[in-house]
């Protein structure tokens, strides 16, 4: 079954404290991204990945951080969290016919 | 003013009502137009895609697209409670892959 695996599913912490939110596909895309869910404000676009070791900022990149060192994952990396990354996350990936498969979203609340 | 506007709703339609869905949009370079439906917890999920002008149909679902308008539409046929959700409004230029995003509508059924 096609799938995109993100965890956690629910984080609540505190501001300044690292955490990483990961993400795997296994459909052998090479395009994957995040996304973050704001009431008002739609699916805007964290960071993408066009294939292993190539990422690039997407419409609202501060604060966040991601690697692409193996081809199926994809982890979103908060350095320093703050009050405004409070937010729903989703991590997608997509193949040649331009379909994006989200992941189930993972809810952070940072305090 | 945003690149996509969505109307928020929440819409609230009677089972078997069609429902119209809309988005408008600025950016004259989409050519790549697709719809999602979310439900609640879940990511989103690609209901229709569609490229350049034109209708689309599949099941009880047509899409609409006209670009002279920067106009896109949803309409679903003979509504069911199981169509309650938010749709999401997503569009691109040529690279398909990184998309624009309306806020999305929540519609709701009414059994």
């Known amino acids: 079954e096609a799938q995109v695996t993100q965890n956690p599913r629910y984080l609540i912490t505190v501001t300044g404290k690292k955490l990483t939110v990961t993400c795997s596909q296994n459909?052998?895309?090479?395009?994957m991204s995040w996304y973050r869910q704001d009431p008002g404000l739609g699916l805007r676009q964290i960071y993408y990945?066009?294939?292993?070791?190539?990422?690039d900022k997407g419409d609202v990149p501060e604060g966040y951080k991601v690697s692409r060192k193996e081809k199926r994952n994809f982890p979103l990396i908060l350095e320093s969290p703050s009050p405004n990354q409070t937010s729903l996350y989703f991590c997608?990936?997509?193949?040649?016919?331009?379909?994006?498969?989200f992941g189930e979203g993972s809810r952070l609340t940072v305090l | 003013q945003k690149e996509v506007e969505q109307d928020p709703g929440p819409l609230s339609v009677p089972e078997g009502a069609i429902v119209s869905l809309n988005c408008t949009y600025s950016n004259s370079a989409f050519q790549y137009f697709m719809w999602y439906r979310q439900y609640s917890r879940k990511g989103p999920e690609l209901l229709m895609y569609?490229?350049?002008?034109g209708n689309k149909e599949d099941g009880r679902f047509t899409a609409q697209v006209d670009k002279s308008s920067k106009y896109i539409s949803l309409f679903i046929r003979d509504s069911q409670p199981s169509d309650s959700a938010t749709y999401l409004c997503a569009m691109s230029d040529t690279g398909r892959r990184a998309l624009t995003f309306g806020s999305g509508t929540r519609l709701q059924v009414q059994p």
């Open positions: 990945s066009m294939n292993v070791e190539v990422t």
């Open positions: 569609t490229y350049s002008s």
């Open positions: 459909m052998n895309h090479e395009y």
């Open positions: 997608a990936s997509n193949g040649d016919t331009g379909e994006l498969f």
